[in-house]
């Protein structure tokens, strides 16, 4: 085997993993092969865009030494004269403070703007055990953060199992010793279950952190997105969440743009995210994706509507985040350490519970001691910028005992 390369630059040969799921992910894929296919090395291309354009990159990019589809590892093993390879322990390229576990691969949702079921396919379960097996092996190496995620995390073990099993599964990776966070990653509105609810409201680890994406509140809108559901359920599950689950935090993401929408969709989309029910919103304009059964509506809403749109709604939620980050002015956070700021290398950089990896904001701790990444801080807030709040770490964690991120007294070991 050869050696392990850390910059792309120095290989001989190179594994592009694409995204085909909107216009700007495709496009991005495509100036990455050509950056490195202006460089005289073997270029292997995988991936959903890979997937979904095979004969296209095949005819148009010439450079390109290999296409693969998605889970295309073995195959692509082979090509490189390896045969079978053992598997071996799973490479962590995050901090050691989290990681991510896939639970399943494709979907089974029939929304119409959405790609994904025909590039991924249907919604296919990993076996529990195999699930748990992974975790309690992170454990052992140190990770304290497991985020679970999949094309569709509610839907997981029901073509397994004929049922839905994500709330056993929680039940399960809580008795894992070392793990101290369970972060869920998209939760698909409908399936967001009383028995989920419970088992977050009563667990010590699992984060009362909903990542629901909702596309939008508009009832017509939601209906020619084929999303299963309308502004009163919307509303319902929102009441539900924050009726059950003490200091829930809400994630979600909207689409501005889509064919139906209208002046008055979005002016209704606007008023729903200014009444402050998110900490975090993802807005991305429509992308009008061939072979998705919205395609046929046409791309009606003209480019710079839709910008100006994602503009006027990204605005307003930055304003919301901005506030709801101040209410923490002043008081404790339990924060897991991820590492050091980038530009120096000379702050720890952590998140708290409200925070997810790589998407969130974070929190600068001001601090005299040495951070690992995996470490716990205990930090009293004293400014926000937007996104990002700073503060000092008021005391050590051990043998102490420290209010936690959930607003419950506990023993915290590190």
């Known amino acids: 085997a050869g050696a392990r390369i850390s910059d792309p630059e120095d290989a001989d040969i190179v594994i592009v993993n694409t995204c085909g799921f909107i216009t700007p992910a495709k496009m991005e894929s495509i100036y990455t092969i050509l950056s490195y296919a202006q460089k005289g090395k073997k270029l292997i291309v995988m991936g959903c865009l890979a997937e979904r354009y095979r004969e296209e990159i095949k005819k148009e990019l010439p450079e390109v030494d290999a296409v693969f589809g998605t889970e295309s590892w073995d195959d692509i093993l082979g090509y490189l004269g390896f045969g079978e390879v053992k598997k071996t322990k799973r490479l962590i390229t995050t901090p050691r403070s ?200 046409g791309d009606r809403v003209p480019e710079e509507v839709k910008e100006e749109r994602k503009e006027a709604l990204t605005e307003l939620q930055s304003r919301i985040t901005e506030e709801k980050n101040k209410e923490f002015l002043g008081k404790e956070l339990k924060v897991l350490i991820d590492g050091y700021d980038e530009e120096f290398g000379l702050v720890p950089v952590g998140r708290a519970y409200f925070q997810a990896p790589e998407a969130d904001g974070v929190v600068y701790v001001q601090t005299d001691e040495r951070k690992e990444a995996g470490s716990w801080a205990t930090v009293r807030i004293t400014q926000v910028a937007l996104y990002d709040l700073a503060g000092q770490e008021t005391h050590k964690l051990k043998g102490r005992e420290v209010r936690d991120d959930q607003g419950r007294n506990r023993k915290e070991t590190p």
């Open 98 to 297: 989290y990681a991510y576990v896939k639970l399943s691969e494709g979907c089974n949702r029939l929304c119409s703007f959405c790609a994904i079921p025909s590039i991924r396919g249907r919604h296919r379960s990993r076996p529990l055990e195999d699930i748990l097996t992974e975790v309690k092996e992170l454990a052992k190496r140190g990770t304290k953060e497991i985020c679970l995620i999949s094309q569709d995390t509610t839907f997981y073990g029901k073509d397994l199992y004929g049922e839905f099993k994500l709330p056993h599964l929680l039940k399960e990776i809580e008795k894992i010793e070392g793990i101290e966070w369970v972060r869920l990653l998209y939760l698909y509105p409908t399936e967001v279950s009383d028995e989920l609810l419970e088992i977050i409201s009563s667990s010590q680890k699992i984060l009362p952190y909903f990542d629901i994406p909702l596309q939008h509140i508009s009832s017509p809108v939601l209906k020619a997105m084929r999303r299963g559901y309308d502004e009163k359920f919307v509303r319902n599950l929102i009441k539900k969440i924050k009726d059950r689950v003490k200091d829930a935090v809400l994630r979600t993401s909207f689409i501005v743009g889509f064919p139906t929408e209208t002046d008055e969709d979005f002016k209704k989309l606007l008023s729903f995210v200014e009444e402050g029910h998110f900490h975090w919103v993802g807005v991305f304009t429509y992308s009008h994706e061939e072979g998705t059964p919205a395609h046929e509506l």
